[in-house]
RNA sequence: GCGCUCGUGGCUCAGCUGGAUAGAGCGUUGGCCUCCGGAGCCAAAGGUCACAGGUUCGAAUCCUGUCGAGCGCACCA
């Protein structure tokens, strides 16, 4: 509808003559007196023609077709808006799109031949995902479904870092209480995962494999640097520990290791399917590490001049692209840092041939995007190939009380409590419901005690009244049909709204997508509700007249078909029945 | 100290990328079921868009400064 009007515009100006590079911006009118469209292209002429606004809103309206069965009218009215008044036709063609294109109906083509990665939650398989996490796993699926309805070809990754120190110490943490359920007396590490998952995942170990990984604690122990609470050094004990147990373990380390990755990684897919999201692809660190891409990469950039060894380490002069600090690629001791690797993700990532890479943080990595960008372009491709989309934390609270996050001290709420509680549908739209970049405060007590307020209750109440509606014409026996000519009859108010409202849709799939805002779908999808409880509050549907029933069916059919493609985007179902 | 993000009714948030009289939900107050699902509808009260300048026909939106909040500023991941 939007698009057909672009176009008219176009020709008009093609036929003035008029050829400056601006993009014609048509807006829905917040008001009806301004008819359905306002143009203020009048205005923004003006300013490069040095012409009057209005005159020059004179001569483009000439040029615009009206009083056919698309324009009713056009006026031109205060300083030089355009107002367009569309006929009641246009919308009823539009009904008829809704009916016949169905699941297709408000797609477009935006991203026709491009394809898109999407990388997003990737958290560290070191525990379970807590509410933290919800966030980007909502918001990540939300986007890819938008971005496929715009016409790009997604792929949704999992980057798993299974390679750090992190992971070393999970494994220990592991052993650790593994050695407490073999009855050895353990100091345990104030720097390990103290999570009871921790817990869970030894005893595992215990059952499978008996005592067969158990040492003595006083050897585990001997002359390991004290932790902090003996008053030494918590990164030192850690670090010796991880030593000690490599040693006296030996190949079966890589068991207890892998004990560890596996039952975490298989507890954060669960979760997530649970939670309606599901890859394309797991992508390991290790595999990185594995096929020496990491050294590869490494090569790469030193061969091109932008590394330097300082203080023992490799570092990447960042500096020279911008950055505020060069940052180191290789540390003292020969392991890589956890930013080398992911330089060598991101080049495996362009060279599997995406047109475009999106990577879904968490705020607190802002600081890190420069240098990725920077890495990017010292390996000669081009940085605007990648969209950082940064999502602020989720500040959670019980009622007034603010918790704590951390995965370290095993203080959290996981994202499987989160759901279990509130519920799947209502967690999605919650998390989706604000846009990205704000803060997200997130109160348990008013989530689980006021369900029933969640925007998204009133909008799948929507969809089940119509699904109702439909059951009781089916239960009297009657049958409908659809027929655009009926459509004349819809003349009250509401009906109005509604057939505007509805038509708004692909417009509102183009702004979200090209603007990463899946928000604005829930927005549009509350607003359609309404409008719907409204006019089903005033106008009977199953009424005798059966030239305006059929009328009001078709309509009704048409709002829900458009709430359940929205709904499907957010990933919220559409019971029939609540 | 420097950087990023943000500041909109009592609370939680939108505001179509500079447009016409700033909008919702919750909460508050008052109405609406002999009628397709009341998880609903209708209405009212409530805002100098943090503050001060600037840019122009026009600013919640762009620029500068001030104040306030969150997060970053590792040879951690």
Redesign the pocket.
Same mark, same amino acid.
């Given at each position: 509808m939007k698009q057909h009007l672009q176009q008219l515009f176009t020709e008009a100006l093609e036929q003035l003559d008029i050829n400056q590079d601006i993009d014609i911006?048509l807006?829905?009118?917040?008001?009806t007196?301004?008819g359905d469209f306002?143009c203020?292209l009048a205005?923004?002429l003006a $300013?490069k023609l040095h012409k009057n606004p209005r005159d020059i809103a004179n001569s483009i309206v000439e040029k615009l077709p009206d009083n056919n069965d698309f324009i009713a009218k056009v006026e031109i !009215?205060?300083?030089g808006?355009i107002?367009i008044f569309l006929t009641k036709q246009a919308y009823h063609t539009n009904i008829d799109d809704i009916l016949k294109l169905k699941t297709e109906y408000g797609k477009n083509q935006l991203g026709k031949d491009q394809s898109i990665m999407i990388e997003f939650v990737s958290a560290?398989p070191t525990g379970p995902l807590h509410v933290g996490h919800g966030r980007g796993a909502a918001y990540g699926t939300a986007l890819a479904n938008l971005l496929q309805t715009a016409g790009f070809k997604v792929h949704k990754e999992y980057y798993v870092?299974d390679a750090?120190?992190?992971m070393d110490i999970l494994a220990v943490s592991v052993w650790l209480r593994y050695l407490e359920l073999c009855d050895e007396t353990i100091e345990f590490p104030s720097n390990g995962y103290q999570g009871d998952y921790i817990w869970d995942i030894a005893a595992n170990l215990h059952r499978n494999h008996a005592d067969k990984f158990q040492q003595k604690s006083t050897t585990v122990f001997a002359e390991i640097s004290p932790d902090i609470t003996n008053g030494g050094d918590k990164e030192l004990h850690i670090d010796g520990l991880i030593q000690r147990a490599k040693q006296l373990l030996e190949d079966d380390y890589k068991i207890v290791f892998k004990q560890a990755l596996d039952t975490i990684l298989d507890n954060i897919n669960h979760d997530l399917k649970q939670f309606g999201v599901e890859y394309e692809e797991w992508f390991l660190e290790s595999s990185l590490t594995e096929a020496d891409k990491v050294q590869q990469t490494i090569d790469q950039l030193q061969t091109a001049g932008h590394t330097y060894k300082?203080?023992? !380490?490799l570092w990447f002069k960042a500096t020279s692209f911008g950055d505020?600090k060069d940052r180191?690629i290789v540390?003292?001791?020969g392991?890589f840092? @956890?930013f080398a690797s992911d330089i060598a993700y991101h080049k495996n990532k362009l060279e599997r041939g995406f047109d475009h890479l999106i990577n879904i943080w968490g !705020?607190?990595?802002?600081? @890190?995007v420069p240098r990725v960008k920077h890495a990017m372009t010292a390996l000669g491709y081009n940085a605007k190939q990648l969209t950082v989309l940064?999502v *602020?934390?989720a500040t959670l609270y019980r009622g007034q009380e603010r918790l704590q996050m951390s995965t370290r001290s095993g203080e959290f709420v996981t994202l499987r409590e989160l759901r279990e509680e509130v519920g799947r549908d209502a967690a999605r739209f919650f998390y989706v *419901?604000? $846009?990205s970049? *704000?803060? &997200?405060?997130f109160d348990l007590e008013l989530a689980k005690s006021?369900t029933?307020?969640n925007?998204v209750? @009133?909008i799948q @109440?929507a969809y089940?009244?119509i699904?109702?509606?439909m059951r009781?014409l089916t239960e009297q026996g009657q049958t409908w049909q659809y027929d655009k000519t009926n459509l004349t009859s819809l003349e009250t108010a509401h009906e109005q709204a509604l057939l505007v409202m509805l038509s708004r849709y692909p417009e509102v799939i183009e702004?979200a997508a090209l603007?990463y805002?899946p928000?604005?779908l829930t927005?549009y999808l509350?607003d359609l509700a309404?409008n719907f409880?409204?006019f089903?509050?005033?106008?009977?549907? &199953?009424i005798p007249d059966n030239k305006l029933r059929d009328a009001r069916l078709s309509l009704t059919a048409a709002v829900r078909q458009v709430l359940q493609n929205g709904l499907m985007i957010i990933g919220v179902s559409t019971p029939?029945?609540?």
């Amino acid at each position: 509808m939007k698009q057909h009007l672009q176009q008219l515009f176009t020709e008009a100006l093609e036929q003035l003559d008029i050829n400056q590079d601006i993009d014609i911006r048509l807006e829905r009118t917040r008001d009806t007196k301004h008819g359905d469209f306002a143009c203020n292209l009048a205005m923004i002429l003006a $300013k490069k023609l040095h012409k009057n606004p209005r005159d020059i809103a004179n001569s483009i309206v000439e040029k615009l077709p009206d009083n056919n069965d698309f324009i009713a009218k056009v006026e031109i !009215a205060g300083p030089g808006f355009i107002n367009i008044f569309l006929t009641k036709q246009a919308y009823h063609t539009n009904i008829d799109d809704i009916l016949k294109l169905k699941t297709e109906y408000g797609k477009n083509q935006l991203g026709k031949d491009q394809s898109i990665m999407i990388e997003f939650v990737s958290a560290n398989p070191t525990g379970p995902l807590h509410v933290g996490h919800g966030r980007g796993a909502a918001y990540g699926t939300a986007l890819a479904n938008l971005l496929q309805t715009a016409g790009f070809k997604v792929h949704k990754e999992y980057y798993v870092n299974d390679a750090g120190r992190q992971m070393d110490i999970l494994a220990v943490s592991v052993w650790l209480r593994y050695l407490e359920l073999c009855d050895e007396t353990i100091e345990f590490p104030s720097n390990g995962y103290q999570g009871d998952y921790i817990w869970d995942i030894a005893a595992n170990l215990h059952r499978n494999h008996a005592d067969k990984f158990q040492q003595k604690s006083t050897t585990v122990f001997a002359e390991i640097s004290p932790d902090i609470t003996n008053g030494g050094d918590k990164e030192l004990h850690i670090d010796g520990l991880i030593q000690r147990a490599k040693q006296l373990l030996e190949d079966d380390y890589k068991i207890v290791f892998k004990q560890a990755l596996d039952t975490i990684l298989d507890n954060i897919n669960h979760d997530l399917k649970q939670f309606g999201v599901e890859y394309e692809e797991w992508f390991l660190e290790s595999s990185l590490t594995e096929a020496d891409k990491v050294q590869q990469t490494i090569d790469q950039l030193q061969t091109a001049g932008h590394t330097y060894k300082k203080d023992g !380490a490799l570092w990447f002069k960042a500096t020279s692209f911008g950055d505020e600090k060069d940052r180191v690629i290789v540390r003292e001791n020969g392991q890589f840092t @956890y930013f080398a690797s992911d330089i060598a993700y991101h080049k495996n990532k362009l060279e599997r041939g995406f047109d475009h890479l999106i990577n879904i943080w968490g !705020a607190d990595h802002h600081g @890190y995007v420069p240098r990725v960008k920077h890495a990017m372009t010292a390996l000669g491709y081009n940085a605007k190939q990648l969209t950082v989309l940064l999502v *602020q934390f989720a500040t959670l609270y019980r009622g007034q009380e603010r918790l704590q996050m951390s995965t370290r001290s095993g203080e959290f709420v996981t994202l499987r409590e989160l759901r279990e509680e509130v519920g799947r549908d209502a967690a999605r739209f919650f998390y989706v *419901q604000r $846009k990205s970049e *704000q803060h &997200l405060n997130f109160d348990l007590e008013l989530a689980k005690s006021q369900t029933n307020d969640n925007p998204v209750y @009133y909008i799948q @109440y929507a969809y089940a009244r119509i699904s109702s509606v439909m059951r009781q014409l089916t239960e009297q026996g009657q049958t409908w049909q659809y027929d655009k000519t009926n459509l004349t009859s819809l003349e009250t108010a509401h009906e109005q709204a509604l057939l505007v409202m509805l038509s708004r849709y692909p417009e509102v799939i183009e702004m979200a997508a090209l603007a990463y805002e899946p928000h604005q779908l829930t927005y549009y999808l509350r607003d359609l509700a309404q409008n719907f409880h409204s006019f089903y509050d005033t106008n009977k549907i &199953l009424i005798p007249d059966n030239k305006l029933r059929d009328a009001r069916l078709s309509l009704t059919a048409a709002v829900r078909q458009v709430l359940q493609n929205g709904l499907m985007i957010i990933g919220v179902s559409t019971p029939e029945v609540m």
